[in-house]
């Protein structure tokens, strides 16, 4: 698939096309209660599990680390941040646990996001045969997952 087939396909889908169960519904409203990373992974592997069981997709494995969040600064302002990755070939997310400066536990929305915007890479990948890159479908695709997960 050319970059550009790639970059129009995954701007045409703009929501997810499976059911989220109420099973990963109460799984998000529990990990929204925690900040430590034994808790994350737990409530974080059951929701991937249900996701993928959901999506008819494989399993992705999930780290979260203890580490503080990867940053890069310039000129003394942070230019760069990163709270995780999915690695495809692996079918592997990880997500650090704490902030880069203060290190303190990430905010449970923040983790939440992070945890579920590097699913959707996972689903981009498994579902839709996509080389999965930050397009507007891409975002839109995921806001439709929040929604379904937090209603």
């Not at 990963?24 to 993928?52: C, H, M, P, Y």
């Not at 992070?114 to 689903?123: I, R, V």
């Not at 695709?141 to 929604?147: C, H, I, P, V």
Request: contains cysteine; aromatic residues 12%; glycine residues 4%.
């Amino acid at each position: 698939m050319t970059a550009i087939t790639n970059y129009k396909k995954s701007n045409a889908i703009l929501a997810i096309n499976f059911p989220v169960s109420r099973r990963a519904q109460k799984i998000v409203s529990a990990l929204l209660t925690t900040n430590t990373v034994d808790a994350r992974q737990k409530f974080g592997d059951a929701l991937l599990d249900e996701l993928a069981d959901c999506a008819e997709i494989d399993i992705v494995q999930l780290k979260i680390s203890p580490a503080k969040q990867y940053h890069k600064k310039r000129g003394g302002r942070t230019v760069f941040k990163r709270y995780g990755y999915y690695r495809p070939a692996e079918k592997y997310i990880y997500i650090t646990n704490f902030t880069a400066v203060q290190g303190k536990p990430l905010a449970p929305k923040t983790f939440l996001t992070t945890l579920l915007h590097e699913w959707m890479h996972h689903y981009d990948y498994c579902k839709l045969k996509l080389n999965s890159i930050h397009t507007k479908g891409f975002y839109l695709r995921l806001a439709s997952l929040q929604e379904a997960l937090l209603s």
